[in-house]
């Protein structure tokens, strides 16, 4: 987690830096042509996941009223992938909450299950522990 702080404090010096709404904390919010929230990652290799935490976010900001498009920066790789909120994924955000909501109301977690990415997840205590 401290390499990817140190990682976004370099790269985007010149604009607002972590906004937080609704308990969420956006990595970058700036101004290009509209409002653009950007998600720093130190690497591309849960892609899927990081373009997903940057739909929550841009699914949030709609739900306050605020348009926004979303920029997923990888700025040791030196790449950066566009991310914008379909009706789609907004229907795929309200299923996941409602699952969310469902574990949540179980006398017992679930069982845990080791992933390959465990090792590196920064939540890995809440499961492992």
């Given at each position: 987690?401290?390499?990817?702080?140190?990682?976004?404090?370099?790269?985007?010096?010149?604009?607002?830096?972590?906004?937080?709404?609704?308990?969420?904390?956006?990595?970058?919010?700036?101004?290009r042509?509209?409002?653009q929230?950007?998600e720093?990652?130190?690497?591309?290799?849960?892609?899927?996941?990081?373009?997903?935490?940057?739909?929550?976010?841009?699914?949030?900001?709609?739900k306050?009223?605020?348009?926004?498009?979303?920029?997923?920066?990888?700025?040791?790789?030196?790449?950066?992938?566009?991310?914008?909120?379909s009706?789609?994924?907004?229907?795929?955000?309200?299923?996941a909450?409602?699952?969310?909501?469902?574990?949540?109301?179980?006398e017992?977690?679930?069982?845990?299950?080791?992933?390959?990415?465990c090792?590196?997840?920064?939540?890995?205590?809440?499961?492992?522990?």
């Open positions: 987690m401290l390499i990817g702080r140190i990682i976004h404090e370099e790269s985007y010096e010149r604009d607002w830096r972590e906004v937080l709404i609704e308990g969420a904390k956006l990595d970058v919010v700036r101004k042509s509209g409002l929230v950007v720093v990652k130190k690497s591309s290799k849960l892609e899927e996941p990081a373009k997903w935490q940057l739909k929550y976010y841009l699914y949030l900001l709609r306050a009223g605020v348009k926004a498009m979303g920029l997923v920066s990888y700025p040791k790789e030196g790449t950066a992938e566009e991310v914008g909120l009706e789609e994924d907004v229907e795929a955000l309200e299923e909450f409602k699952g969310i909501e469902k574990v949540i109301s179980l017992n977690p679930p069982e845990a299950e080791r992933k390959p990415y090792r590196r997840c920064s939540y890995r205590d809440f499961c492992w522990v």
